[in-house]
């Protein structure tokens, strides 16, 4: 067990909708990361926050936004879903705001779009 | 941008085999992390190495950072059923904010 936290585990959708990814860090991490992993993909990074701030951006689209809160957990809010955006989406965290630290993933959400 | 060319993209063995698999970058990196991913689940963290020439081991598993520190090396050793999953290497260099992540390599095993 890691002690990343990501809820739900499954998410099914339909094309336009918007939905949210919730994830809570282990404990003392401060560091929270979001990653795609689409069908038999890598992973693809796409925002990290550190200790409630933007730290970095990959390649997320303008329709997903994320933000860390004072407890430091994070949401990732996907809007105006389409069927590519069907994938797994990893939290990860680390103690430090490096991007060179170990991250610790939670297991996943998949999310469905139908 | 930076990539990381992992290789073989995937490997069929026999259980008992040895294994191999490796993680090359044309710029240099001062960190390596090798990761395990099995179906439906998260990448669960191996092995991480911070210096080159560094030789770690975790169980069965030896992982090594490159001397010229643009490669970096894992081996299983006698393999066994629950060894299968995608092996990813991550690296992470002074030029590069981010992890830079390979493409994984799939490790199956022959019945």
Request: charge should be negative.
């Amino acid at each position: 067990d890691s002690g990343v936290t990501q809820t739900p585990k499954h998410l099914i959708t339909a094309t336009g909708q918007r939905v949210t990814l919730r994830c809570s860090p282990r404990s003392g991490d401060l560091s929270v990361y979001w990653y795609q992993q689409s069908l038999d993909q890598g992973l693809q990074f796409l925002i990290q926050y550190y200790n409630g701030e933007e730290r970095a951006k990959g390649n997320i689209l303008e329709r997903f936004s994320a933000q860390q809160f004072p407890d430091l957990h994070s949401e990732l809010n996907l809007s105006s879903l389409e069927l590519g955006d069907s994938a797994l989406y990893f939290c990860a965290s680390s103690v430090a705001g490096i991007s060179g630290s170990p991250l610790h993933f939670g297991n996943g959400t998949r999310l469905t779009v139908t | 941008g930076q990539q990381l060319n992992q290789s073989p993209q995937s490997m069929f063995i026999q259980e008992g085999e040895d294994v191999s698999m490796n993680c090359t970058s044309s710029s240099i990196f001062n960190t390596w992390l090798w990761y395990k991913q099995d179906p439906g689940e998260g990448p669960v963290l191996l092995i991480a190495l911070y210096k080159a020439g560094e030789l770690t081991s975790n169980g069965r598993l030896t992982a090594q950072f490159g001397i010229t520190r643009k490669d970096s090396f894992l081996n299983i050793s006698a393999s066994i059923p629950s060894d299968v999953g995608i092996y990813f290497c991550a690296g992470h260099s002074d030029s590069n904010y981010q992890l830079i992540w390979g493409a994984g390599t799939k490790l199956i095993i022959k019945p």
